[in-house]
């Protein structure tokens, strides 16, 4: 069975930092691109990073700016981490990670990507 699990977010002041996390089950995840959306009530959801199945290529949102740093590591299952600097009350939303089919290629649109984590709300306060 197929499982993305997230855990990690919460309440933070601005300029903070947080650590999400996902880890991957089920779907032979060693080998597949995985990546982090965000989606603020009423907007659409928005790409945040990326990481291919070998972990060597990463891609950011313009957003960004360096803040940001995606990993992974895969063990018996595969987790996947987002560590982020210098948050800003503009990122806060629900936050997804998401993953897609062997070997695939990353993609910063959401439509490609199959499997989807349960969510973990982010709120920064000015």
């Known amino acids: 069975q197929v499982r993305l699990v997230q855990s990690g977010g919460g309440l933070v002041q601005a300029g903070d930092s947080l650590t999400l996390s996902c880890v991957a089950s089920?779907?032979?995840?060693?080998?597949?691109?995985m990546a982090w959306f965000r989606q603020a009530p009423g907007r659409e959801r928005e790409f945040v990073a990326a990481?291919?199945?070998?972990?060597?290529?990463?891609?950011y949102g313009d957003f960004v700016k360096g803040r940001f740093t995606i990993s992974r590591v895969t063990d018996r299952n595969t987790q996947l981490e987002l560590q982020m600097n210098s948050l800003e009350p503009e990122g806060s939303a629900e936050y997804f990670c998401?993953?897609?089919?062997?070997?695939?290629?990353?993609?910063?649109?959401?439509?490609?990507?199959?499997?989807w984590g349960q969510g973990t709300q982010v709120t920064v306060s000015s």
């Open positions: 998401a993953a897609r089919p062997f070997r695939s290629s990353i993609s910063s649109s959401s439509a490609p990507w199959e499997y």
């Open positions: 089920g779907g032979g995840f060693s080998e597949a691109p």
């Open positions: 990481i291919d199945w070998v972990g060597s290529y990463r891609d």
